[in-house]
């Protein structure tokens, strides 16, 4: 199973699901390309030294003779027989990115420990074998998630971080040689050794299904370094993680199997730029499997209906891997699979290079308007607890806003956690707001979300684990107010060096590309002289935990978006008339956008190269035309639902089930944009400082009738202010 070999083309079989878009072999130019992407991987750090390789496999051998011990002693102390006990077994298999060769030097090591099915998950492996782990002086920052989606033990072995896993088998004894990629492993196992079995199996595919490991590593390799640099490696946060990067990957490989990494990087970027979303990505053909395990089939399973980025996994049963792309972040991704498409274009023509491509995002310049989501505790261990909760949840806070705004008030999760040095326990994330830009630029409309971020804090709060000093609080921040502990060196970078930088970037030939000007436009909005949306609230009336003798707040949070004039560094309030009461033009059905083909580039590309890219897109337009290219035609986006994975840390009883049916039956009537005396609060951030979204009153909405859901026509207000007047107020 370990030696799979470099190359899978000497069986003669094809692999994947269609023919390969190209057979063509490399050119010097992609040869020499290669050699300086992997020269550039290599400086920037992408490959660990000998010493901690081996470091590794030394802690994974030590970890696997634990396991062996620990399922000796658990045997004896379950009466088995002298004889059982001596063939009792359990083993130690790695999966994730060190088990593809991609994983980076510091990185965690993803591991299952199989054992027999008289050694339990709950009792026997986070019971004794943490006990066994806790007494050893090489384990530090033991932490056990038994009731996680796939139940998981962390901790460090002589300074490896390891992840692991437990999959219990319904055998007395674990062969030494057994092979988890047989079907047969999954007979009897329970939804936890399914899903946690699920990590080595689909990796041991990936690898089986790719024409050239190497070249799929070095690729793989670039595009997981791309994907961080630009903000979008994170599955928590409703981009990509390790392993959609990794399918997303070996599906080009597949498609070009003859190619050099100089040239699968270019495509990659080439046909994900003219992927139609929602068509699924496969490595190979689902199948049903013996064992009655559902799988991934959107004609069957309504909720598979639902995902906009779908990424199949190549094990049975086949699910899909990205479910946690929404509408705001899919967006974000094909954009910056065209910005790659363009500067890999630009590179053949020597009008770019690598430097380019891996430039990191600036996000705390690409936005005007941010929520600051910050959490904190009274000690390490209810920290690690909270904060892993609280990012498992940040992602519904995208999707509340996305779904009560009608997508019209767009948002970007930013994929990681900021501390401040001087909070112990404590940590920010940050999310930029922008107004939809297909949005008629005279309409300024008024979104109000304060309900919105209300519901979604309650949710939090409800946590099951709660403890006095777990706080959540969600605030409003403009660009010039960013608290300076997020950028390097706590330094805030001055206006000139922010100039200094576009001007450099307008070197570079990028803006030449279009890239700069689509990116000013999308934020900035100055062509049209309408801007992004304004948040305000009242200050703060109670502590923010929300907690008086109930893990439940009883508050309602009220974050208004109001209209903010957009001109340089001003930020102005613009005079606005209302208007009654409007229909959006698409009758009250979510914007679906997303689920269209992104725009082909524009950029030009060497002649001779012209029938060859149209060949590609002929082909790659043939693939979506597979049985699951019509599977979203619901009229509703419901993906709100609480998800299985935390369903367990939700619950719902007594006046907290009626307060959460309170206040989301208020959320689906509110009336998005502000009226006279509700305006009146937002004074209060009219010096753009950091303020606390809280409430301006503190009483519940009154008793609501509760009635069947269904499915209603949104109301906005809209007021239109005319251009002249907003310039005039800006200058």
């Known amino acids: 199973m370990a030696n799979l070999g470099v190359n899978n083309q000497n069986n003669g079989q094809r692999l994947g699901i269609t023919e390969p878009i190209s057979f063509g072999g490399p050119t010097e130019y992609d040869v020499n390309k290669t050699h300086e992407l992997e020269k550039y991987l290599e400086n920037v750090g992408l490959y660990e030294q000998q010493e901690e390789a081996v470091r590794r496999e030394e802690v994974l051998g030590r970890l696997d003779q634990i396991v062996k011990h620990w399922v000796k002693t658990v045997s004896r102390a379950k009466g088995l027989n002298e004889q059982l006990v001596q063939e009792a077994n359990a083993k130690i298999f790695t999966f994730g990115s060190y088990r593809l060769g991609v994983h980076s030097p510091g990185a965690d090591i993803d591991t299952l420990c199989v054992g027999p099915r008289h050694a339990t998950r709950e009792e026997d492996f986070f019971g004794e074998l943490h006990r066994m782990l806790s007494e050893m002086p090489e384990v ?28 219990k088998l319904s055998l007395w004894v674990v062969p030494e040689d057994l092979d988890v990629s047989q079907d047969s492993i999954l007979q009897n196992a329970d939804e936890q050794t399914v899903r946690s079995l699920n990590g080595c199996r689909v990796t041991d595919q990936i690898l089986r299904l790719v024409p050239n490991i190497q070249n799929f590593r070095t690729t793989l390799r670039c595009m997981r370094f791309w994907a961080k640099r630009r903000g979008v490696y994170s599955n928590v946060a409703g981009f990509l993680g390790g392993i959609n990067w990794a399918l997303l990957v070996a599906r080009i490989c597949q498609l070009y199997p003859n190619a050099l990494p100089n040239m699968l990087v270019s495509r990659f970027f080439r046909v994900y730029t003219q992927w139609r979303w929602p068509n699924p990505v496969m490595l190979c053909d689902i199948e049903e499997g013996s064992l009655g395990l559902q799988v991934w089939d959107p004609r069957r399973n309504p909720k598979d209906r639902y995902h906009l980025m779908p990424i199949i996994t190549p094990a049975y049963p086949c699910m899909n891997s990205s479910y946690n792309v929404s509408a705001s972040t899919l967006r974000i991704m094909t954009e910056e699979f065209q910005r790659g498409y363009d500067i890999c274009e630009a590179m053949e023509s020597n009008k770019g290079d690598w430097d380019s491509l891996f430039k990191p995002y600036p996000f705390f310049e690409a936005y005007r308007h941010y929520l600051q989501i910050d959490i904190n505790a009274e000690n390490a261990d209810d ?39 001087s909070k112990p326990f404590h940590s920010s994330y940050f999310m930029g707001l922008q107004r939809k830009k297909e949005v008629p630029a005279g309409e300024c409309e008024k979104f109000d979300i304060r309900m919105t971020v209300d519901e979604f804090k309650q949710t939090v709060n409800m946590y099951t684990m709660w403890k006095p000093g777990m706080e959540i609080r969600v605030s409003y921040v403009t660009r010039r107010n960013i608290p300076a502990f997020v950028f390097p060196g706590g330094i805030r970078p001055t206006r000139s060096s922010r100039e200094s930088k576009r001007s450099l970037e307008m070197k570079s030939g990028l803006d030449k590309l279009g890239d700069g000007k689509r990116r000013k436009k999308e934020n900035d909005d100055t062509v049209s002289g309408v801007g992004l949306p304004r948040l305000s609230a009242s200050l703060p009336s109670i502590s923010e935990g929300g907690h008086a003798g109930s893990p439940i ?67 790659i337009e043939k693939m979506m035309s597979g049985p699951y290219g019509a599977q979203q035609d619901l009229s509703e986006l419901d993906e709100l639902e609480p998800d299985v994975e935390n369903a367990h840390q939700v619950e719902y009883s007594g006046e907290a089930a009626k307060l959460s049916q309170e206040t989301s039956s208020v959320v689906e009537a509110v009336e998005i944009g502000i009226s006279g005396a509700t305006a009146a609060h937002s004074s209060s951030f009219a010096n753009g400082s950091l303020e606390e979204l809280e409430p301006a009153e503190l009483t519940m909405p009154g008793p609501v009738q509760i009635t069947a859901p269904v499915q209603k026509k949104p109301f906005i207000r809209l007021s239109f202010t005319s251009l002249g007047k907003a310039t005039s107020h800006g200058s």
């Open 140 to 167: 530090t920052e033991l932490h056990p998630v038994p009731d996680a989606f796939v139940p998981v033990m962390r901790f460090k072995f002589n300074g490896v971080s390891i992840d692991l896993l437990y999959a």
């Open 383 to 421: 920290y690690q607890k909270w904060k892993g909760w609280v990012e498992s949840r940040l992602r519904t806070l995208t999707l509340k806003i996305e779904r009560h705004t009608y997508n019209m008030l767009q948002c970007h999760p930013h994929p990681g956690e900021f501390t401040d040095e």
């Open 553 to 619: 707040s009883t508050a309602t949070s009220l974050v208004k978006v109001d209209h903010l004039e957009m001109d340089g560094s001003s930020e102005v309030n613009t005079e606005r008339t209302d208007t009654e009461m409007l229909h959006p033009a698409n009758n009250g059905e979510l914007d679906r956008s997303v689920q269209q083909s992104p725009p082909l580039s524009t950029a030009s590309v060497p002649a001779a190269s012209s029938n060859s890219n149209e060949a590609e897109k002929v082909a």
